[in-house]
């Protein structure tokens, strides 16, 4: 039984490649042969499973993932052949079954690739100066406080501070976010 469906995702197929075969070992397929980054054959179930079973999950089963990228894109063909050695129809279950894990491949490659567009890896010394920044500003913030208390609030360079510290506090909540 032969079944083929393809889709296109945003991003690099450096990229693509490798979160393709995280998924596809999650999945319980091992990879056969590699041609990185254009193309994946994976394998999993087995004859036995092609004999005793009905679950397309258990036959044996070859599939061909062939990257290409275009632009900004990259788009992916699965390529299945499912084996049964014995008499099996090719039902609308079965297709479903292939259709959802190309479908979950997709899903994952659109969610992970957005999640690590959104959140870039932040350099160790530039996450240093920003807690140091932070704490510096918690201190002018206590040191304010106490200016206020002891009656400096209606100064105008206590005002001054004030807003200063105010906009640093923006600025270092724009830049954690």
Not at 126 to 132: F, I, M, Q, S, T
Request: glycine share 6%.
């Amino acid at each position: 039984m032969k079944f083929s469906k393809s889709f296109t995702v945003k991003g690099d197929i450096g990229k693509v490649f490798e979160l393709t075969k995280e998924h596809m070992s999650n999945m319980k397929f091992q990879i056969v042969n590699q041609n990185t980054p254009n193309f994946i054959s994976l394998k999993r179930g087995s004859r036995l499973g092609s004999l005793t079973s009905s679950e397309t999950e258990n036959a044996e089963t070859e599939l061909s993932i062939t990257l290409k990228q275009k632009g900004e894109e990259v788009n992916i063909l699965c390529d299945y052949d499912v084996r049964w050695y014995r008499v099996q129809w090719f039902t609308a279950s079965d297709k479903s079954t292939l259709e959802s894990e190309v479908e979950e491949l997709k899903y994952f490659l659109v969610t992970t690739i957005e999640e690590k567009e959104e959140k870039p890896k932040r350099d160790p010394g530039y996450e240093k100066e920003l807690v140091e920044r932070k704490r510096k500003l918690e201190d002018q913030k206590r040191r304010l406080k106490e200016l206020e208390e002891e009656g400096y609030g209606e100064d105008k360079e206590f005002k001054e501070l004030k807003k200063l510290i105010g906009e640093e506090e923006r600025k270092l909540r724009n830049e954690y976010e």
